[in-house]
């Protein structure tokens, strides 16, 4: 789209908290032998450690779809960013492992304000023809993050004291704060709360008049049919009506099979995995960590540019199969020794990582940012979201115990077979989004035709 820059400056700056959000999680593995150390942690302190951030997060994504249908998005990207830079800010000062904690506590707050507000944001702010692809750049940021934190891991740590490591974060929590002065709030939010003139010129800012006259009659068209529509219903009535509830459900049953899949497992417990296939020494297994997250940056790029060619479902099913498929070949061949064996285990995890980036990775965000009807899609999305770190945490403290249990084969036969019940269930359920406009896809919820029958022929 001609001058369409405005579109790609939002989804950039904003997508920055996808950055704070993967930066946040790989960071700690390679602290924490030297906090350990320093602080002379018991397993269970260290375990509450770990799991401060996605408890914070469980809570803040819980919240942030009101907070953002109070006060705009435009401001919880303010919050996240001062939460985040604060607490960093806390972690390099601090000598007490309670502050040390608090601290942890806030990173995750901030955190799991991201994976809501963010791609709600874009998604209202984007062009119908690139939403999916603007909004699979918060999950590219993601990635981007988890690498990044990765490459600190294994060339910063034992040069720089670990709370350096995570002061390195600082930067791209200044540059969203500086970033987002340039944004505007979302004209869909503007509408919403009868600030018509700000949404208004919003719009003429972001489709630029002069160049798109006839677009931003009819964006502002559309969006005021759809507002004008609205009856009086409170937004917890509405997302458990027999019309809406149907979105809540595809948005929590996408996280759930999201990470069912085990994607966490691998991201957390990558280094331990590849000795477990004893690929070579410590320093290899953190080598082909980095190898994980590069594979989860690269294919994110590509997904990004298959969702508005190919559409979700496609993608998303060809996700499902990948994964089902690698992860089957992991549990095949962990059951075996030799290097050669080894190696065909350490392929799989590298083609498990680009099956969940091209689909499973950034789908769920898309599609949660779509389905829901605008007076209820900040409180679906925060319910959605709170899923995803509910099941997070579920899957990754089970694995320990289920490594016990099973073996490290058998794991993994359960996750693609999770898998393969994702893909029935998207096979039934997804519905195809690509090239409809919020509006329409709202007017699809209302009609009360079945969500799965949206977009499809
Ligand atoms: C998931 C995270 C995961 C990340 C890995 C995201 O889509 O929600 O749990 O760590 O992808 O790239």
């Not at 408890?55 to 006060?71: E, Y």
């Not at 800010?89 to 904690?101: M, N, P, Y």
């Not at 095949?332 to 990775?361: E, H, M, N, R, V």
């Not at 690509?434 to 699809?444: A, P, R, V």
């Given at each position: ?255 759930f099979f999201q990470q069912v899949s085990g994607i966490n497992v691998v991201i957390?417990f990558?280094?331990?995995i ?45 996700g499902f199969?990948g994964a089902a498929v690698s992860l089957g070949m992991i549990a095949f061949?962990t ?10 285990s350490?392929?799989s995890i590298?083609l498990y990582i680009?099956a969940f980036?091209?689909?499973l ?30 099941f997070n945490?579920l899957v990754v403290?089970s694995f320990?115990?289920l490594l016990?249990?099973m073996g490290i084969s058998l794991v993994f036969l359960f996750y693609s077979a999770a898998c393969v019940a994702g893909l ?34």
């Amino acid at each position: 789209m001609k001058n369409g820059i405005m579109f790609y400056l939002i989804a950039f700056v904003s997508a920055i908290t996808g950055f704070l959000f993967g930066f946040d999680s790989g960071i700690i593995s390679g602290a924490l032998e030297a906090i350990s150390t320093e602080f002379q942690l018991t397993s269970y302190e260290t375990g509450v450690l770990i799991g401060l951030i996605p408890f914070g997060a469980l809570i803040s994504s819980f919240l942030t779809g009101r907070v953002a249908d109070r006060i705009g998005r435009l401001r919880v990207l303010y919050l996240i960013a001062i939460i985040f830079s604060l607490a960093l800010i806390g972690i390099l000062v601090t000598h007490s492992f309670a502050l040390l904690c608090l601290m942890r506590f806030l990173l995750g707050i901030s955190i799991g304000m991201s994976i809501v507000v963010t791609p709600l944001y874009i998604a209202e702010t984007a062009p119908t023809e690139i939403r999916g692809k603007l909004v699979a750049g918060f999950q590219l940021a993601i990635t981007l993050g988890i690498l990044s934190a990765y490459l600190i891991n294994v060339f910063a740590i034992g040069k720089i004291s670990w709370r350096w490591t995570f002061a390195i974060g600082l930067i791209p929590s200044t540059a969203l704060f500086i970033g987002a002065l340039f944004l505007p709030e979302s004209p869909r939010w503007l509408f919403l709360k009868g600030k018509t003139k700000q949404a208004h010129q919003v719009l003429f800012r972001l489709y630029s008049k002069k160049f798109h006259p006839d677009r931003v009659e009819h964006e502002l068209a559309v969006i005021k049919k759809s507002i004008v529509k609205k009856k009086n219903v409170g937004v917890w009535k509405e997302l458990f009506s027999k019309r809406s509830f149907p979105c809540l459900l595809l948005g929590i049953a996408l996280f759930f099979f999201q990470q069912v899949s085990g994607i966490n497992v691998v991201i957390y417990f990558a280094p331990k995995i590849f000795q477990h296939v004893q690929i070579g020494t410590n320093s290899a297994a953190l080598l082909a960590t980095v190898g994980v997250g590069t594979i989860n940056v690269l294919m994110t790029f590509v997904a990004m540019n298959l969702v508005e060619k190919r559409g979700r479902r496609p993608l998303l099913l060809l996700g499902f199969i990948g994964a089902a498929v690698s992860l089957g070949m992991i549990a095949f061949f962990t059951q075996f020794d030799g290097p050669a064996f080894q190696w065909l285990s350490a392929i799989s995890i590298f083609l498990y990582i680009a099956a969940f980036a091209i689909s499973l990775g950034p789908l769920p965000f898309i599609l949660i940012s779509e389905v829901f009807p605008l007076k209820i899609r900040g409180q679906g999305m925060s319910l959605s979201a709170a899923g995803n770190w509910a099941f997070n945490t579920l899957v990754v403290a089970s694995f320990p115990i289920l490594l016990e249990l099973m073996g490290i084969s058998l794991v993994f036969l359960f996750y693609s077979a999770a898998c393969v019940a994702g893909l029935l269930f998207a096979l039934r359920y997804v519905p195809e989004t690509k090239g409809l406009s919020l509006e329409e896809i709202e007017e699809h919820v209302h009609s009360r035709k079945p969500l799965r029958k949206l977009g499809r022929a």
